[in-house]
């Protein structure tokens, strides 16, 4: 199949996932065109299935605000037209459905049907797409999507709740190429930057957007470095990195608190980790906490969203109510305190990474398109 692909090119998680999808698909012969306004982050290798379009729009004095959705459904229209590309697949609804559906009316003009397929991925529905200002745009713009996917059964609740929907949503849970994970060389010297040997390397990993509760963060990790030795890995970067930053020297910890930044070696920190913390307000899914799950790291979380389809309660880590730090900093010190038992949560955590296997999830994927070219 031909398929283009539109999302958000940066370290976000709905970016990652169209990304990853996207590279698996061609490396099973699909011809991917990535549609968007940056090279994605994960995309470094261009190959004769992955092509990439970038959608550029330039600063006009007269626009407050420069047109994106136009400049993207011109470029979306154009590439069908030029590739042959049989479907759309949207990730995040927010604006590229809607821009992905002025696409295919432009096309149906000219005699072409293209389906689209949109994948919700959680702050398109939860915090910003339920917004006044975008909610009737956002509303029609799935209802007029040929199929919609969601990442989780608590994000489908969620988009069903919030707006008037007249279509089937499809659960398609978010995935890990667990191989890829497992072939990448790791560069061994690495563990002594960030801790001591007898310390315990504990990490946190999101754009650090007030939904993360990263004082949480912090706090949970405070206690936790009462009781054992430890180090806190804070990678990404965002809104609240200067708050976190700040109650670290406030609690005179910032000796043990790396920030990172966007790093680019998540792979090296999270295979020398021993525990992930989550605490978000919400969280449709959770691909971090997957991803660490995948290098053998057990989560503690908050119980939001779609957390509990991610992360098992007592299996593969803790789940606590939003905000509940003395029960989530208990709860990592019961897993830490004990050798026996830190290791049999790291083997459950990574056991339950395995159900989310990409090989798991594609076919679902492939069935939807091939269902979706032969009704269009
Ligand atoms: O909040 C983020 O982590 C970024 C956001 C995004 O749009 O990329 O993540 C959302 O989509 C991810 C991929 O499907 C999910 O794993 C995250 O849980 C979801 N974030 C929220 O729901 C807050």
Redo the contacts with the bound molecule.
């Keep these: 199949m031909k398929i283009a692909i539109v999302c958000?090119p940066?370290f976000?998680?709905?970016?990652?996932?169209a990304t990853e999808l996207g590279l698996e698909l061609a490396h099973r012969g699909h011809e991917i065109h990535f549609i968007t306004y940056k090279q994605p982050v994960r995309l470094a290798l261009l190959n004769s299935n992955v092509h990439y379009h970038e959608v550029n729009v330039p600063e006009y004095a007269l626009f407050h605000y420069q047109p994106y959705e136009l400049a993207l459904s011109s470029k979306l229209v154009d590439m069908v037209k030029l590739y042959g590309i049989e479907l759309l697949h949207v990730?995040?609804a927010i604006p590229h459905a809607y821009a992905g559906y002025m696409a295919k009316q432009m096309l149906k003009d000219e005699g072409i049907n293209i389906p689209m397929v949109t994948?919700l991925?959680?702050?398109?529905?939860?915090?910003v797409g339920k917004h006044l200002f975008y909610k009737t745009a956002v509303c029609f713009s799935i209802n007029k999507s040929d199929v919609v996917t969601s990442?989780?059964q608590s994000?489908k609740e969620d988009t069903y709740k919030h707006f008037d929907i007249n279509k089937e949503i499809h659960v398609i849970p978010?995935f890990i190429e667990l191989e890829k994970h497992r072939n990448e060389p790791l560069i061994s010297c690495q563990r002594s930057v960030m801790a001591e040997k007898h310390e315990r390397i504990i990490t946190h990993i999101?754009?650090f957007?007030k939904?993360?509760r990263i004082p949480d963060v912090v706090k949970i990790f405070y206690k936790i470095q009462q009781q054992i030795p430890a180090k806190l890995m804070m990678v990404g970067d965002g809104p609240e990195r200067e708050i976190a930053e700040k109650i670290c020297y406030d609690l005179g910890i910032q000796e043990k608190v790396i920030f990172f930044g966007n790093s680019n070696e998540i792979d090296q920190i999270l295979s020398y980790s021993d525990l992930f913390l989550l605490p978000?307000?919400?969280?449709?899914?959770?691909?971090?906490?997957?991803e660490a799950m995948a290098w053998s790291v057990p989560v503690i979380s908050s119980n939001s969203?779609?957390?509990p389809e991610v992360n098992f309660d007592g299996v593969s880590g803790y789940l606590s109510n939003v905000g509940d730090i003395d029960e989530m900093a208990e709860n990592a010190i019961k897993i830490l305190s004990n050798i026996d038992t830190l290791n049999t949560f790291k083997e459950n955590a990574l056991s339950v990474a395995k159900q989310f296997d990409i090989k798991n999830i594609l076919p679902i994927y492939e069935e939807i398109y091939h269902k979706a070219i032969e009704k269009s």
Excluded at 12 to 17: D, I, L, M, R
Excluded at 121 to 127: E, K, Q, R, V
Excluded at 280 to 290: C, W
Aim: proline share 0%; hydrophobic share 30%.
């Design positions: 958000y940066t976000g998680g709905s970016g990652v996932v990730h995040y994948t991925h959680g702050t398109d529905i939860t915090l990442v989780s994000l978010n999101s754009n957007r939904v993360k978000s307000e919400t969280e449709s899914f959770g691909l971090a906490a997957l969203g779609g957390l």
